[in-house]
């Protein structure tokens, strides 16, 4: 089973502000890398896929970068619906696998 | 529109069966994966397993198989998961997701149904 390890556990950022979440596979996974948002109550949202391409309608300040093991998820300029959880996933190998996710809360 | 229904909130009780549902609507149904995914109270997400309702090719997770069954409905476009003895543990939100492009098995999962809340006490 491949192992997702996400950093940091919580990040605490200022609005108008840069996050930067990592997310690390055990082994590749070539760029087939999801990341996903979810919020209080709600399901998670697909933001990311193929470690790069943005969802429709998703804002710009959201990208995704890397490939084989280590990954990025940057958020340029936080917005204070930007709070929430963020959590990759692998879709390279079964059984899929998620991190544990990162915690993005107001500074 | 695509959406992915979930059948309403459970209670029961140690050593009952259950079977939850999502029903697909908005997109050809019998040519996507569908995904389970449970969540424990304020833990993170947990992929169970899949089903392609084509043909009900079925995957699990090691972590749940011979723990659940995933199973699919051509006629009413709705994908099910089933336990035949719950256990405390089991007490979780379970959703529903649809993999993003058809027929690829690689694939992220969007959208996904708004979740089923599962308790199991006694």
């Known amino acids: 089973e491949i192992v997702m390890t996400q950093s940091p556990a919580t990040l605490s950022v200022s609005l108008g502000e840069r996050a930067t979440l990592s997310c690390r596979a055990s082994?590749?996974?070539?760029?087939?890398l999801a990341w996903y948002q979810q919020k209080p109550g709600q399901a998670p949202r697909l933001l990311i896929y193929?470690?790069?391409t943005r969802t429709t309608g998703l804002p710009a300040r959201f990208s995704g970068s890397g490939s084989g093991t280590e990954f990025t998820l940057t958020i340029s300029s936080l917005q204070s619906e930007d709070f929430a959880i963020y959590y990759c996933?692998?879709?390279?190998?079964?059984?899929?696998?998620f991190g544990q996710g990162t915690k993005v809360e107001i500074k | 529109e695509v959406q992915l229904e979930q059948s309403g909130a459970e209670l029961k009780k140690p050593g009952e069966s259950l079977k939850i549902s999502c029903k697909a609507s908005?997109?050809?149904?019998?040519?996507?994966?569908i995904a389970w995914v449970r969540q424990k109270p304020g833990k993170g997400l947990e992929w169970m397993g899949v089903?392609?309702?084509?043909?009900?090719?079925?995957t699990y997770s090691p972590s749940f198989q011979g723990q659940v069954t995933i199973s699919a409905d051509k006629s009413t476009s709705t994908a099910y998961l089933q336990w035949s003895s719950l256990k405390a543990s089991d007490t979780a939100m379970y959703y529903c997701?649809?993999?993003?492009?058809?027929?690829?098995?690689?694939?992220?999962?969007?959208?996904w149904g708004q979740g089923t809340l599962v308790t199991v006490s006694s």
């Open positions: 997701a649809r993999h993003h492009w058809s027929n690829q098995w690689l694939a992220p999962f969007d959208p």
């Open positions: 908005g997109y050809s149904f019998t040519t996507y994966w």
């Open positions: 089903i392609y309702p084509g043909d009900s090719d079925t």
């Open positions: 082994q590749s996974v070539s760029s087939s």
């Open positions: 193929s470690a790069s």
């Open positions: 996933q692998q879709y390279n190998k079964w059984p899929r696998t």
